[in-house]
């Protein structure tokens, strides 16, 4: 029998939450003595989930979804028992905005790569010539085997300089807020670089390798989940069902020492903790402070972090002269806007925003405008009306606009990441054996990626543990 034994998780986003929830249901089926505690620093839970109810509209200040095909997401909402709860993403025309112009997104574009000629061949995304570079995919040769590479090196290697910046560029980094050019593709889209040491060309590995569209004799469902109440009702559920989790808020972990076979926390309240594992799942940058005498830690520091804000704003119908029928809009990186994509709230998610009214909700913060995000609220709300009167011809003034900024809080997988993050776990393995490092700082940022890195961490305890 196993002997009875403390488990820290020091992090309450939704990597430590999913951590905490399937830590306990193990606990409970195996019967096992363990007691777990929840440490989160702030005085909320969720971390960059956060749900503003305004006016009748439902406003989301971080993610507004995750991705429907990723499983461990939709696994746990139906264990929670919501998945009633759940709603699709209205679909629609997206577009994207290409020398002060909206242009529509082509069919058959896969993040931006093309998979069909025709679409392409007709779209004003392109100058002919980009169109020929892009078509070159056809005919290179594929790349040399590397360990690593840049995003943007990858893609323009491909496809040349205009299909990146024009149509690549804001697709990818406004999923990681990042510099494709400094992004690691084997930490962010290994699945392209197999595509093209198997198959040589992209565009003909993508064709070989997607499955066809399913028939659903009209609308193609949504890509995208939320719930209908807002995604903070996934953190309110999971906190919930922590019956036999102890929470703490406003509690952060200010340093840890190894003591023998335990570690010893000293926490932010003045009050000590003892455990026997500690799950990491705060973010990578706090750990070169908490372990301040572990040299190996201070690798994390080599790990940037970017900052981005959003702005919601709420409008009565009659205020946007140019309705545009579609989901929303990136912005190519050659543009002079300061927005790097708008959403179309009240059409991609209709049931945030009450008849007769428009929710808009643009983002700010490219890696080279970081200062935006420091601006104050009517600042960064002027900057992105400015903008977008570019496009819609919004004749008023929102009837209220609510800004979320998120400082610190992307963190940039550059080239080598997945080799720097190896070797800090190993030697972690080696040097505080116990402590386990998770979240989104590490192995994907999205919400399936990070609820199913807090399971997987679960396993890799129990096993340390049992």
């Known amino acids: 029998m196993a002997k009875n034994k403390n488990i820290v998780i020091a992090g309450g986003g939704i990597t430590g939450l999913s951590a905490a929830y399937y830590l306990q249901k193990q606990i409970k089926e195996k019967n096992l003595p363990f007691t777990v505690q929840l440490l989160e620093a702030s005085d909320r839970l969720g971390g960059k989930i956060k749900t503003k109810k305004k006016d009748d509209y439902i406003i989301e200040q971080g993610p507004d979804s995750f991705l429907a095909r990723k499983e461990p997401a939709v696994k746990l909402a139906k264990e929670l028992g919501l998945e009633d709860d759940l709603i699709r993403n209205g679909t629609g025309q997206s577009y994207i905005l290409v020398r002060n112009k909206l242009h529509k997104m082509p069919s058959g574009a896969f993040m931006g790569i093309p998979t069909q000629a025709k679409p392409f061949l007709f779209s004003g995304i392109l100058s002919m010539k980009g169109k020929l570079r892009a078509g070159a995919d056809y005919v290179l040769p594929k790349g040399r085997a590397v360990s690593d590479q840049s995003l943007g090196g990858f893609f323009r290697r491909r496809f040349g300089n205009e299909l990146v910046e024009n149509l690549i560029e804001p697709l990818l980094s406004g999923i990681y807020a990042g510099d494709i050019d400094d992004m690691s593709l084997m930490a962010t889209f290994p699945n392209f670089y197999n595509l093209e040491q198997k198959h040589r060309s992209l565009i003909k590995g993508l064709q070989e390798t997607m499955p066809p569209p399913k028939k659903t004799g009209g609308k193609k469902p949504g890509m995208f989940f939320s719930f209908k109440e807002g995604l903070e009702v996934f953190v309110k559920e999971i906190e919930k069902k922590l019956d036999n989790v102890k929470v703490n808020v406003n509690t952060a972990v200010d340093h840890i020492e190894k003591k023998g076979n335990f570690y010893h926390l000293l926490l932010s309240n003045g009050e000590a903790a003892k455990a026997d594992a500690i799950i990491m799942a705060t973010p990578h940058y706090t750990l070169p402070k908490i372990f301040s005498q572990y040299e190996f830690l201070k690798t994390l520091n080599e790990i940037p972090s970017t900052s981005v804000a959003n702005v919601a704003m709420a409008f009565d119908k009659s205020a946007i002269k140019k309705d545009i ?142």
Not at 345 to 369: C, E, F, I, M, Q
Not at 381 to 393: A, E, N
Not at 420 to 432: C, F, T, V, Y
């Open 325 to 466: 029928d579609g989901t929303g809009f990136v912005v190519s990186r050659n543009s002079d806007y300061r927005i790097t994509a708008c959403t179309w709230t009240h059409k991609k998610w209709p049931s945030t925003t009450p008849d007769g009214k428009v929710l808009l909700r643009a983002y700010v913060g490219r890696p080279n405008d970081q200062e935006v995000v420091n601006y104050s609220d009517e600042e960064i709300t002027d900057i992105v009306l400015k903008d977008l009167r570019k496009t819609m011809k919004i004749k008023k003034k929102p009837e209220f606009s609510v800004v979320s900024r998120w400082k610190n809080a992307m963190p940039q997988y550059t080239v080598g990441h997945n080799e720097r993050i190896s070797a800090i776990r190993e030697e972690a393995a080696r040097s505080i054996p116990g402590v386990f490092l998770t979240g989104s700082s590490y192995e994907g940022v999205g919400i399936p990626d990070c609820i199913g890195q807090g399971e997987q961490t679960v396993r890799e305890v129990l096993a340390y543990l049992l």
